[in-house]
């Protein structure tokens, strides 16, 4: 799959959408969602709560394991994926255009990868 | 396929009678009675016989075949076990009867107790927990009451190694601990280094099992013992590994201070498709005020029930699973003293000669001579072909074995894990090994077989997916 | 006899394909230092000829009593000859977890099919496979329902004593608050419940019947959790919920318990099954094994343990539970006792329980001085007061052959908990209450 040129992402492979209204997007990159396997149930944390980056904000349920999602940025939760909640296949089918969660007051972190460096660093951890 | 019970029932069908009530009819008010209709079966006893019957079939016991099933201990279950657990004066016993009319039932708790002291080398012994898991549960609580009795109250921290089996650290974090994992060596071992950065004065004690999750007595042991009780912490020694070392070695001489053991696993007792089990904490003398109460204590000749001065409560009602704990102690008869030390020979030597006979085909990843269990790791071979440790798991089943554990420890990828123990003979073991090697041929031959596979059961591999997602988890009568 | 085949013949020969001599080349990484170095403390092998000799002789110094009107929270229920027959099978007895499906599905669909008839018998939607025994599942299900704001819990002490406890025990271990509220005429007092409820309360946990016996406005209590937003745990006898409005008819958020009435023999106290089941919007909090019910690639019908990603083996640390092994076999006997009583069966027994009991209570209240302690209805448990010395009395009735009610102090004054059952005859009731006029003359 093709990876967005407009995202960053984190080492732990999820990714950030800044947006125009000055909020960010998180979601799971495709390298993820392939890796988890079929995902069967999303946790994720309350609207109004505050996270740094690389907190835990939630968890990713798939048949047979569990893994934990990490904020890529800090900032306040001003919402919360619902749709997602109730459809978590879709983690696997668009993961790109699945958002789990949206920040605002959202922190600047220098560590954060471009695309093509995120390209980079999948192609050399095989 | 035979449809469940409920699909078999038909209106006004009977299977069983009561005697005539021989009382007046009493009519429940109301305003408390029951509304809505409850639908149990209504079956004739020759149907519900072939129903049962039919299920038995397509299930699969130790009496059906090999269970190679790592960390389980799948021995056989002799029957004089079940014999004497089915004797009417101790399933027909009420938990609650006055003292005099169950010293039975006290002194085979007693008489177990002492036995499996002496197995551990502890001092003291509860019966109570119903599982290994409830156990650890016990053992801990005792541990935080004890921590928190001398004004410890700073040692929050558990430690376990990534290898431990998954209830080590479930269950910690049910007794409010935070849990540090600390990493295994490239050999599995406890890694010394990481363990003396780990400990300190908030540490309240390190979980381990030895021999470990890999299969290999970790000889640093003494070692291990001397950091956290240096650093003021505690050891528990999960003893679902039990059936490797006894009459050899015990945890109580390794430094451990409290354990559970596993009866249904070391101590012969039925898995019973689940349970029940049985998970006995025993401790050293320091621990014993905090154990479960009622504990049974002989006074004078007497058995009593006596309750321990700072005991941390109850975790079940009554004393435990007695009926399992019967089983264990007939087991314990029969076999004898050297029974126990050659039932733990024998699973090492069962175990190695199963080892020695796959190294050639199949990657062992840890050097040396493994006790009860040994771990295979399927990860070069899912580079090559594609295949699995769930793949060579489901072509097990078509070679009708049951597959060993799969995906554990999690510190090996595409981990199987093999225990014999020492109930096979050795053509059983022969011929399982002949089956191993067929099918690690059939992954490079025909990979597609092993991914289709199994094909000879009533069903092939369940939708998994479906089953989490669109959850059905009983009949709907509508 | 240590049950290992090989002979020490084939023993030698597979230790020389191996390479080795003797099997301390394999024990080579036990240190010295650690070894037992002597043989166990522990007597000699013997023949099943002694050992049984030695059991049976052990099981005769118990007494087992013809006739049992003791309950409180172990209940002696006829039990149909089948149930035994079929869940001693070996393959049910001698089969480890379902993990490998295909090859397990006997098992998988035995507790499906017991996962049914607990939703049947509670009227909840879903229920795990069981869990240890009935106090275990209540201090599980109360765990169960804390949240990150909503930490209290609220339990009654109208509950049974050793429930209580064991609920004690787990919430000490988990730090959390616990708030018992207080006995009045034999239930929980309203009153104080309500002073207890606030918004820091997870769940109410009450059983129904209460350890008196009485049957509980449950209603109102239900009512009053709800309206301070906790989730209330009702804690029930199976067996009555045949006749008695259930957990579910209630707006209970689970329906907890003991289901050793279920096929189980008294066994002095276990192996024992809990069972636990909620409304669907709560599925996943449950703890424990769950069977799910789907198809293979044939389109088969097929059985499977699900939602696994709740339990330890894949959460560890994170888990809400750590049970792993339950009391599996103990399911299948509740289930193959369900569908041998069937539906008119179970309410039958239930009928006459509750038939016999309050025949029972009226024959004993009307000796001088066994009055009743509560008013109220109950259903096949009932405390009277106790005019003469318990003890004395209670080794009377076992020289008949008869284990009598529990005896038990409430302040300093004696009480005895009663318990009536299908299996008491009328005669037997009849016997007991000459007993006690003897008794009280």
Known sequence: MEIPSDLFFAKTHEWVKFTDEGTALVGLSDHAQDALGDVAFINLCDEGDSLSAGEILGDIESIKAVSDVYCPVGGTVIAVNEELLDNPERVNSDPYGSWLIELEDVEKNNELLDAGAYEKFLAEAD | MSGLIFEKSKTGRRCSSLPDCGVDFYAVPDEFKRKTSMNLPEIAEVDLVRHYTNLSRRAYGVDNGFYPLGSCTMKYNPKINEDTAALKGFTNIHPLQDIKTIKGCLEAMDILSGYLCEITGMDAITLQPAAGAHGEFTGLSMIKAYLLDKGETQRSKLIVPDSAHGTNPASAAMADFDVINIPSTAEGMVDLAELEKAVGDDTAALMLTNPNTVGMFDKNIGKIAEIVHKAGGLLYYDGANMNAIMGITRPGDMGFDVMHINLHKTFSTPHGGGGPGSGPVACKAKLQPFLPKPVVKLDDGKYTFAEPEKSIGMVRSFYGNFLVCVRALAYIMSIGAEGIREASENAVLNANYMMEMLKGTYDVPFEGPCMHEFVLSLESLKKQTGITASDIAKGLVDKGIHPPTMYFPLIVHEALMLEPTETESRETLDSAITAFKEVYTIAFENPQALHDAPLSTPVGRPDETTAVRNPVLRFDFS | ?441
Request: hydrophobic residues 45%; glycine residues 6%; charged residues 20%.
């Open chain 3, 1 to 441: 006899m240590s049950y290992v085949p090989n002979t020490p013949a084939e023993r030698e020969e597979m230790l020389l394909a191996m390479g080795k001599v003797c099997v301390e080349d394999l024990l080579v990484s036990i240190p010295q230092a650690v070894r037992l170095g002597r043989k166990l403390d522990i007597p000699a092998a013997k023949s099943e000829i002694q050992v049984m000799d030695e059991l049976e002789t052990m099981a005769e110094k118990n007494k087992v009593f013809k006739t049992c009107f003791r309950g409180a929270g172990a209940y002696r229920h006829f039990i149909p000859s089948v149930v035994r027959h079929l869940a001693n099978r070996a393959e049910f007895v001698t089969a480890y977890t379902p993990y490998q499906a295909e090859m397990s599905q006997g098992v998988l669909q035995a507790i499906f099919e017991y996962q049914t008839m607990i939703c049947e018998i509670t009227g909840m939607d879903v229920s795990n496979a069981g869990v240890y025994d009935g106090a275990q599942a209540a201090a599980e299900a109360i765990s169960m329902f804390k949240e990150r704001k909503r930490l209290k819990a609220v339990v009654s002490g109208a509950v049974k004593p050793m429930t209580l406890e064991v609920i004690k025990t787990y919430c000490a271990a988990a730090g959390s608050e616990l708030v018992i509220i207080p006995v009045k005429n034999g239930k929980t007092d309203i009153d104080a419940l309500s002073a207890a409820l606030d918004d820091t309360t997870a769940c109410v946990y009450m059983e129904q019947p209460n350890f008196f016996g009485l049957v509980e406005d449950a209603e109102k209590i239900a009512g009053m959790t709800h309206s301070a937003g906790a989730k209330l745990i009702m804690g029930c006898y199976p067996t009555s919920l045949a006749v008695l409005k259930t957990p579910a008819e209630h707006g209970a958020d689970a329906a907890v318990g003991e289901a050793q009435p279920l096929g189980l023999p008294l066994s002095f106290g276990g192996p024992y099954l809990g069972f636990m089941a909620l409304m669907k919007a709560d599925t996943r909090r449950l703890p424990g094994r769950i069977v799910g019910q789907t198809a293979d690639k044939a389109g088969r019908t097929a059985y499977v343990l699900t939602l696994q990603a709740r339990e330890q083996h894949i959460r560890r640390e994170k888990a809400c539970s750590s049970i792993c092994s339950n009391e599996a076999l103990c399911a299948l006997t509740a289930t193959i006792y369900c569908a041998a009583m069937g539906k008119e069966g179970l309410r039958e027994v239930a009928e006459q329980c509750l038939a016999k009991a309050h025949y029972a209570a009226e024959q004993i209240t009307s000796v001088k001085g066994f009055n009743f302690t509560h008013d109220g209805f109950f259903f096949n448990e009932f405390v009277t007061d106790c005019p003469v010395e318990p003890e004395a009395l209670m080794a009377k009735l076992a020289e008949n052959n008869m284990l009598g009610g529990l005896p038990f102090k409430e302040k300093d004054k004696n009480r005895i908990l009663w318990c009536v059952t299908e299996l008491n005859t009328k005669a037997e009731i009849y016997n007991l209450v000459n007993i006690l006029k003897e008794a009280v003359k």
